[in-house]
């Protein structure tokens, strides 16, 4: 009974056109995204990378900053849009300052 099923043209054609299908799906949901956090730190070891450190240590020190120079800041609505503003301007211009750096 069973192979007969297998037999069946109908049958045959789900296998060849679904089978490239569902391996492609299958694999990509066993992969994972290579560039996340949880993987470079499984690879590596590292439990907190260089970068992403001094990214959260320069986003306190604005955050401290701000609630510094303008009091009572943090319980706007547009406070979060201001640091994001702050750390996207220095970013900027850390970029351009190693744009102008000569490598020899």
Sequence with gaps: MLDR????KIVKKLNE?????LRWLNYANHTQDKTSPDYIKMISGVE???????ERKL???????????????ENMKSYELLVDAVMHNLKKKQLQAMDNIDIE
């Design 48 to 54: 907190d990378i260089q970068t992403n450190s001094d």
């Design 59 to 73: 986003e306190a020190m604005v955050r401290e900053q701000l609630k510094e120079e303008f009091p009572n800041i």
């Design 5 to 8: 099923i297998k037999n069946l």
């Design 17 to 21: 056109t679904i089978s490239p299908k």
